[in-house]
Nanobody, 124 residues
Framework: QVQFVESGGDLVQPGGSLRLSCAAS????????IGWFRQAPGKEREGVSC????????YYADSVKGRFTISRDNAKNTVYLQMDSLKPEDTAIYFC?????????????????WGQGTQVTVSS
C-alpha cells in the first residue's frame, strides 16, 4: 500500500504563501488522481484540489480557485500545493491521499491511504 507524507505546513500571516509537499512511497502514476484535502477544527474534511498524475489535469474547489496551484513531479513521486493569498479561513490540517475511483472527484469518500497531515495556520 502506498503511503503519503505531507510537509510544509507553518504559521503564516494573511496574504502570505506556503508550499505543501506530499511525498508518496510508490508511484503516483498508478492512481487516477492525487488529492489535497483540509480539515478545520469542528468541520468535516473537504476537498481542496486534485491532479491527474498521468497528464497533469488539475481541479480546484471554488474556495481556493485562483489562489492555490497543484502540481506534481512524477520522478519524485511528489505532489505539491502552492498556496498564495492565504486567508484565516484556510487554517486547517492539510492531507493528501490517492483516489480509489477512476473519475475526477474531490469527495473524501473517493480517496484512501491518507497521510498524517500538516498544520497550516493563517493568523496575524
Amino acid at each position: 500500500q502506498v503511503q503519503f507524507v505531507e510537509s510544509g505546513g507553518d504559521l503564516v500571516q494573511p496574504g502570505g504563501s506556503l508550499r505543501l509537499s506530499c511525498a508518496a512511497s510508490g508511484s503516483i502514476g498508478d492512481y487516477y488522481t492525487i488529492g489535497w484535502f483540509r480539515q478545520a477544527p469542528g468541520k468535516e474534511r473537504e476537498g481542496v484540489s486534485c491532479i491527474t498524475p498521468t497528464d497533469g489535469r488539475t481541479y480546484y474547489a471554488d474556495s481556493v480557485k485562483g489562489r492555490f496551484t497543484i502540481s506534481r513531479d512524477n520522478a519524485k513521486n511528489t505532489v505539491y500545493l502552492q498556496m498564495d493569498s492565504l486567508k484565516p479561513e484556510d487554517t486547517a490540517i492539510y492531507f493528501c491521499a490517492r483516489s480509489r475511483v477512476a473519475y475526477i472527484s474531490l469527495s473524501r469518500y473517493d480517496y484512501t491511504n491518507w497521510g498524517q497531515g500538516t498544520q497550516v495556520t493563517v493568523s496575524s
